[in-house]
T-cell receptor, first 113, second 113 residues
Framework: SQELEQSPQSLIVQEGKNLTINCTSSKTLYGLYWYKQKYGEGLIFLMMLQKGGEEKSHEKITAKLDEKKQQSSLHITASQPSHAGIYLC?????????????FGQGTTLQVKP | DVKVTQSSRYLVKRTGEKVFLECVQD?????MFWYRQDPGLGLRLIYF???????EKGDIPEGYSVSREKKERFSLILESASTNQTSMYLCASRLPGSWNEQYFGPGTRLTVT
């Protein structure tokens, strides 16, 4: 099984609806990164969470880190077609902060107009 | 803006060929990474480099080698391409130190026939 599990694997929502993507680690998290990828392209950095309880927002996207559960959630409010893509979480599971990340398998989001 | 470029977006090679994938970044980043991305598996780290002429194996180095002769360039080499190396290859770079995000290139989709 993966060290970093994302759920759901895919999601189809109606435009305007809210949605949540979860990322759960089987190991201690020292940093959690969220990226977005358009199909066939590179990853775009969204935000990074470091401390338990930390919450960050950018436009309509909010990410939270639950240190106790070793889990992060990404919440999109009032989804738009521009939010469609693959969302990946990446985690630094090394206390020495080598910069090496492990990634979840990704969540594919479709937003129906 | 950080720019990470990869030599080709699409590449088709034959089994047994030697394949070079080039990655160049323009922000003087010490750390560079090569990943492959496969459906359902997310990104998996092949090799990374902390600085010029330094390299370390990632999680799936078998069948690959790398070269980092200059700071801005990190090359991935498939010594003898095989069909199971058909994949999307992504390069990334970052500044060393805590909590710095990785910047990704657009990816190279390699098909080995």
């Amino acid at each position: 099984s993966q060290e970093l599990e994302q759920s759901p694997q895919s999601l189809i929502v109606q435009e305007g609806k809210n949605l949540t993507i979860n990322c759960t680690s089987s190991k201690t998290l020292y940093g959690l990164y969220w990226y977005k990828q358009k199909y066939g392209e590179g990853l775009i950095f969204l935000m990074m969470l470091q401390k338990g309880g930390e919450e960050k927002s950018h436009e309509k996207i909010t990410a939270k880190l639950d240190e106790k559960k070793q889990q992060s959630s990404l919440h999109i409010t009032a989804s738009q077609p521009s939010h469609a893509g693959i969302y990946l979480c990446g985690a630094d599971i090394s206390s020495s902060n080598t910069g090496k990340l492990i990634f979840g398998q990704g969540t594919t989001l479709q937003v129906k107009p | 803006d950080v720019k990470v470029t990869q030599s080709s977006r699409y590449l088709v090679k034959r089994t047994g060929e030697k394949v070079f994938l080039e990655c160049v970044q323009d922000m003087d980043h010490e750390n560079m990474f090569w990943y492959r991305q496969d459906p359902g598996l997310g990104l998996r780290l092949i090799y990374f480099s902390y600085d010029v002429k330094m390299k370390e194996k990632g999680d799936i180095p078998e069948g690959y080698s790398v070269s980092r002769e200059k700071k801005e360039r990190f090359s991935l080499i498939l010594e003898s391409a095989s069909t199971n190396q058909t994949s999307m290859y992504l390069c990334a770079s970052r500044l060393p130190g805590s909590w710095n995000e990785q910047y990704f290139g657009p990816g190279t989709r390699l098909t080995v026939t």
